[in-house]
């Protein structure tokens, strides 16, 4: 699945959550109704679209997104999102993945 459909998935969910609330099982219900309407495809699943709402408020800016995010593997941004909090580190870190070719691991 490509990062653009991943940010578009984190961007509908908040727009989801912020009109139907938190407590509404927004990710939980778009979870369950896209494997029903997709089957074969994976990545699906309530945790995975939170790393995409995660990602969607990480990187707000589409421009950053196509230039700097998704020219890194999504677990990269995965593990980004959960140990770097501070949205200039992270894209120092991402750019760094990029132009190193450094693994989930370094």
């Known amino acids: 699945m490509a990062d653009k459909v991943k940010t578009h998935i984190g961007r509908m969910i ?6 139907e609330g938190w407590g509404a099982k927004v990710i939980d219900r778009l979870s369950a109704d896209l ?3 997709f089957p074969d495809m994976r990545g699906l699943s309530p945790r995975n679209l939170k790393y995409m709402r995660a990602f969607a408020v990480a990187w707000p ?15 990269h941004n995965c593990v980004l999102l959960d140990k770097v909090s501070e949205p200039t580190i992270r894209r120092w870190y991402a750019r760094k993945a990029q132009e190193e070719g450094w693994s989930r691991e370094d």
Do not use: C, T
């Open 35 to 37: 494997r029903d309407s």
């Open 61 to 75: 800016d589409r421009e950053i997104v196509l230039q700097l995010a998704a020219q890194i593997p999504w677990f």
């Open 14 to 19: 908040l727009e989801r959550q912020e009109k």
